[in-house]
């Protein structure tokens, strides 16, 4: 599937995303990478990207990467997130990975 493609499908179920214009890098059941690039619009007023952004595409990784390894009969509901900050002065990139074995019933 396209970049394109995956960001469109994206920002139509979840328009806020639009908002961060994400790059997927990789996509692929238990994994993902995403990117976004620093611009006017994710940068506050120390001109560093701002929480919210970085928010964002911490979701969209999760949220993206949690829907492609799930079988389709599951359903997943978020119950946190935590987003550590290296660094925030150009674009930023995004992992999701799960690191533990998981069984679906």
Same mark, same amino acid.
């Given at each position: 599937?396209?970049?394109?493609?995956? /960001?469109?499908? +994206?920002?139509?179920?979840?328009? /806020?995303?639009? +908002? %961060? =214009?994400?790059?997927?890098?990789?996509?692929?059941? *238990? /994994?993902?990478?995403? !990117?976004?690039? =620093?611009?006017? =619009?994710? +940068?506050?007023?120390?001109? +560093?990207?701002?929480? %919210?952004?970085?928010?964002?595409?911490?979701?969209? !990784? *999760? *949220? %993206?990467? &949690?829907?492609?390894?799930?079988?389709?009969?599951?359903?997943? %509901?978020?119950? *946190?997130? &935590?987003? @550590?900050? =290296?660094?925030? !002065?150009?674009?930023?990139?995004?992992?999701? @990975?799960?690191?533990?074995?998981?069984?679906? !019933?």
């Amino acid at each position: 599937m396209s970049d394109i493609y995956r /960001y469109l499908l +994206t920002v139509r179920i979840a328009p /806020y995303f639009s +908002t %961060i =214009k994400p790059q997927f890098l990789e996509l692929k059941p *238990g /994994y993902t990478e995403v !990117a976004i690039k =620093k611009r006017r =619009k994710v +940068t506050n007023h120390i001109n +560093t990207v701002h929480a %919210i952004a970085m928010c964002n595409m911490a979701e969209l !990784a *999760g *949220g %993206i990467m &949690t829907d492609v390894s799930v079988p389709t009969k599951c359903r997943w %509901i978020p119950v *946190g997130m &935590t987003v @550590e900050v =290296k660094d925030t !002065a150009g674009n930023l990139f995004f992992r999701a @990975e799960i690191t533990m074995n998981v069984r679906f !019933a």
